[in-house]
């Protein structure tokens, strides 16, 4: 079992910078595929960034490329998220998620089967 805990969540102005962490427990996190996903009041849930097993490969969703930056550290057990240019639609409750089953990195929520508790993002514009 996986426990997923996600921290670096704030208020922010517009054009501001914020970096989200994930720190994982229990299982082989080196082997799993590393995601961020995020959900709006009255949205459903958004992929927002994914990367592979060793980092090497990372996609990310059309609204955040060029702004956003998924990162991991496998010796601490960790992924980020580098949030810069932010705008107010960036607003939203992100989630950090881990798949234990595919191998590569995808915007697909349904390949997930962990997930961790939520960091609220607020960007004032």
């Known amino acids: 079992q996986v426990q997923l805990v996600e921290s670096g969540g704030g208020l922010v102005q517009a054009g501001g910078s914020l970096r989200l962490s994930c720190a994982a427990s229990?299982?082989?996190?080196?082997?799993?595929?590393m995601g961020w996903f995020r959900q709006a009041p009255g949205k459903e849930r958004e992929f927002v960034a994914a990367?592979?097993?060793?980092?090497?490969?990372?996609y990310y969703a059309d609204s955040v490329k060029g702004r956003f930056t998924i990162s991991r550290d496998n010796a601490k057990k960790k992924v980020y998220l580098q949030m810069n240019s932010l705008k107010a639609e960036d607003t939203a409750v992100y989630y950090c998620?881990?798949?234990?089953?595919?191998?590569?990195?995808?915007?697909?929520?349904?390949?997930?089967?962990?997930w961790g508790q939520g960091t609220q993002v607020t960007v004032s514009s």
């Open positions: 998620a881990a798949s234990s089953t595919f191998y590569r990195p995808t915007g697909d929520r349904h390949r997930y089967d962990y």
């Open positions: 990367i592979s097993w060793s980092g090497g490969n990372t």
């Open positions: 229990g299982g082989t996190f080196s082997r799993y595929v």
